[in-house]
């Protein structure tokens, strides 16, 4: 456990599966060598298959014992599918082409293949929300378990988990080790990477990317231990806030508002039918755990007080009026623990990350 | 290099004239560089067994390597006045080659390992990865593909997809060009090691070595030339090493492989070091008394012997002990437990059944210290140890 815990709160009920904080991430980090087919954020409709495909059931993870599990690595073309492009340069370059505009591998999956699929027949009872996914930071990784290198570290400074670069070798136990898959291997430098929970960022004051461009503003920032925070509020004051699939065993610190509202649905003749909801609840279980309905049951109270009363700090937090008020990154602590380390506070906190966490300057250890 | 190194291969498939097994003779040459030195190389063959010690978490991967079988190779070794060189052939029925558009391949690839030099020379380092205070330097070549890797040089301008340079036409084959120019065309590291996790690149170039692999007919050969001295190892008299390799068909990478156990090299011409060639001296002890020793004592409480014992992880396996264990490092395992620790998994992924604990920054192994049993037990049992092996393929 590191000595503070950076967390996300992701407000479901407000995602619109814009897709904005994939692209956010997706120019920053992963549009380029090797990491093409990565998508460290996604967004993906559940229920669905999700990204890559049935994560759910490729393992890792712990068991009640505590025991790490075995799973399974995903496979490019299959799994996570193969990211095409398209033929500009022959199209640009007025070169005769006889297939016109098009792909240069056939596409045969990727993420959000199912896109606002969902489940349920149409128009009776059909339903799916967006689930948006960056990797969980947990307190217990189970990549960082998995790893026979201990290449693998999480920061004392705000619990980020990194892969250091120069300790990978390559085998993807981490990929096997992790529940989420939400760790990748990088097939060009035969590396594993991840999300890095934008830590250049975060150090200078700034929320990862994909928090900061969240069109529906659902994505909340903070330490855990900071009860000024809002992540603070919602996962420890409110308890409104929970993390997915917790009954894996590492302990994720990315919190989820579960999506509470969902039309009822139609009887046959497309009449709806009063006082039901296409929602199963059994599925939000699923995901947050038996918490849920105490959550959805504050969040219920809270709107209708809000409703009635036009007082509710819950509801005025989950508004999100600003983002002064939504990331809390305190600055001023990164600086400090620079200072401490007699570091310049432009540079990364923590250089194992760049540098290798055990190789010493020359390469000797 | 690569041009000597290409006919060096050939000339050794011709002198391939297997000698007894486990002895191998270094034979002096004017340059191992020169080619046509391999035509007076004399090859040994060797037994390669599954390293079994630890299982890890990849499903796919412990499915396809659930009865593993142990493999032969041949080797031979040169030297001169300066540099060593071995050469190693081994069957292997697909090469194997890690792709840069796939996250499931692996590739076929083999290590040589080398005793560092320490003050003490005895026993030898353990056979996976060294253990602490007794470090081991290895030599691993893979066969990938071309990589561009730009991460070593901090060049972020090339790491662009070529798709997304904004540039085309003369511009863009240029970029392409460039990039091409970067590219990783080898993939040779070295490494040293002091136990299980503990494996460290070298990168500052303090180890000048040439390992090269060659798929023919069936087979790989691989080839590895390293100075008898540097800074990490004196290699004199009788060398011991230790050879690996990987299959990718397999899913071999790290642990998933097959290993010898330590072997010693003759160098021709000089005197032998009879201390080493103890140390890999067979056991005298009675395998069948061993066998109701083991049984008596309960190791298959924490230790696998046969699949249906303790769990997997709750210590390493003894399946495969045999074959890459020294009788050394087994009778040492018994009555002092703690010399060397097989680290095993990172301590979160079984936190109720741990290995060792630290006690004033040392690894203390949690095994009952065996030295109460009799001297003749710990032989009789070092001797069933060592018939617990994988048959050869």
Redo the contacts between chains.
């Keep these: 456990m590191s000595k503070r815990q950076l967390a996300m709160v992701m407000d479901l009920n407000k995602c619109i599966g814009c897709q904005t904080c994939t692209v956010a991430c997706k120019t920053q980090w992963t549009?380029?060598?090797?990491r093409?087919?990565m998508y460290w954020n996604n967004v993906e409709t559940y229920p669905g298959t999700g990204y890559p495909k049935n994560w759910m059931e490729l393992?890792?993870g712990f068991d009640a014992?505590?025991?790490?599990?075995?799973?399974?690595?995903?496979?490019?073309?299959a799994d996570?599918g193969?990211p095409w492009?398209?033929n500009?340069?022959s199209l640009?370059?007025g070169m005769s082409d006889s297939n016109h505009f098009h792909p240069h591998v056939s596409p045969t999956w990727g993420p959000n293949w199912d896109e606002d699929q969902g489940a349920g027949a149409f128009p009776q009872d059909n339903y799916f929300f967006y689930l948006p996914r960056i990797c969980n930071h947990c307190t217990?990784p189970g990549c960082?378990?998995?790893?026979?290198?201990?290449a693998i570290f999480k920061r004392e400074e705000d619990g980020v988990v990194l892969v250091d670069?120069?300790?990978c070798?390559?085998?993807?136990?981490c990929?096997?080790?992790c529940p989420y898959k939400k760790i990748?291997?990088n097939?060009?430098?035969?590396k594993s990477e991840k999300c890095i929970l934008c830590f250049p960022r975060i150090e200078q004051g700034l929320p990862p990317a994909c928090a900061q461009q969240c069109v529906g503003r659902i994505r909340f920032v903070g330490f855990l231990d900071d009860e000024e925070s809002q992540v603070y509020k919602l996962v420890h004051k409110y308890k409104v806030a929970l993390g997915l699939r917790s009954d894996y065993g590492t302990q994720p610190n990315v919190y989820y508002v579960p999506p509470t509202e969902s039309p009822a649905k139609f009887d046959a003749e497309g009449k709806i039918i009063e006082g039901s909801t296409r929602l199963p609840v059994e599925e939000l279980e699923k995901l947050f755990g038996p918490a849920v309905h105490d959550a959805i049951a504050t969040l219920k109270a809270e709107m209708k007080k809000r409703k009635e009363t036009g007082v509710s700090e819950l509801m005025d937090l989950l508004i999100a009026y600003q983002h002064s008020d939504m990331f809390r990154l305190d600055n001023n602590y990164y600086q400090q623990v620079a200072k401490e380390n007699k570091r310049n506070p432009l540079a990364p906190v923590d250089t194992r990350y760049v540098a290798g966490k055990?190789?010493k300057a020359?390469?000797?250890? | 290099m690569n041009k000597v190194l290409t006919s060096l291969l050939s000339l050794g498939v011709a002198a391939s004239a297997a000698l007894a097994a486990d002895a191998i003779t270094a034979v002096k040459v004017a340059n191992v560089a020169d080619a046509a030195a391999w035509s007076k190389a004399k090859f040994s063959s060797v037994t390669l067994y599954p390293q079994t010690a630890?299982e890890?978490?990849?499903?796919?991967a412990?499915e396809a390597n659930e009865a593993p079988k142990a493999k032969k190779a041949e080797v031979g070794a040169l030297y001169d006045g300066k540099n060593i060189a071995l050469m190693v052939k081994w069957a292997d029925g697909s090469k194997d080659v890690?792709?840069?558009?796939?996250?499931?391949t692996y590739s076929d690839g083999f290590a040589v390992q080398f005793a560092g030099a320490t003050k003490k020379a005895q026993p030898l380092p353990y056979i996976g990865m060294g253990s602490d205070g007794r470090p081991v330097v290895v030599h691993l070549q893979k066969a990938?593909e071309k990589?561009?890797?730009?991460?070593g040089n901090k060049d972020v301008s090339t790491?662009?997809?070529r798709?997304?340079t904004g540039v085309?036409?003369k511009e863009?084959a240029d970029y392409d060009a460039k990039v091409a120019s970067l590219a990783n065309t080898d993939?040779e590291r070295v490494f040293?090691g002091?136990g299980?996790?503990?494996?460290?690149?070298?990168?500052?170039k303090?180890i000048q070595s040439n390992a090269a692999m060659t798929y023919g007919t069936n087979g790989w050969s691989g080839t590895l030339v390293r100075p008898l001295k540097d800074e990490y190892v004196n290699l004199s008299g009788t060398v011991p090493v230790s050879i690996a390799v990987w299959d990718g068909s397999k899913m071999g990478?790290?642990?998933l492989k097959n290993l010898s156990s330590w072997l010693a090299i003759s160098l021709e011409g000089q005197k032998a070091n009879a201390a080493v060639a103890g140390e890999l001296a067979d056991s005298k002890g009675n395998a069948a008394k061993g066998k109701e020793a083991v049984a008596a004592n309960g190791c298959n409480g924490c230790h696998q012997v046969e699949a249906t014992d303790a769990k997997s992880?709750m210590a390493p396996s003894l399946k495969n002990v045999g074959g890459y264990s020294t009788t050394a490092y087994l009778r040492e395992s018994l009555v002092k437990p703690s010399a060397v620790v097989v680290s095993g998994?990172?301590r979160?992924?079984?936190?109720?059944t741990p290995w060792y604990n630290v006690e004033k920054g040392k690894r203390v192994s949690t095994m009952t210290d065996y030295s109460f049993l009799d001297k003749q037990t710990i032989e009789d049992i070092v001797a069933y140890l060592k018939t617990l092996k994988a048959e050869v393929e």
């Design positions: 549009n380029r060598n090797g093409e087919y393992g890792g014992a505590g025991d790490l599990q075995p799973g399974v690595i995903p496979n490019l073309e996570y193969v492009d398209y500009y340069e640009m370059g217990n960082l378990s998995a790893c026979p290198r201990d670069l120069d300790r070798q390559g085998y993807r136990y990929i096997a080790g990748y291997f097939p060009k430098i035969s055990f190789t020359g390469g000797h250890h | 630890i890890m978490n990849d499903k796919k412990n890690q792709g840069a558009a796939s996250t499931t990938t990589v561009y890797e730009p991460n790491q662009l997809n798709q997304q085309f036409g863009l993939y040293v002091e299980f996790r503990s494996l460290t690149e070298v990168k500052d303090s990478r790290n642990g992880f998994y990172n979160n992924a079984h936190s109720n």
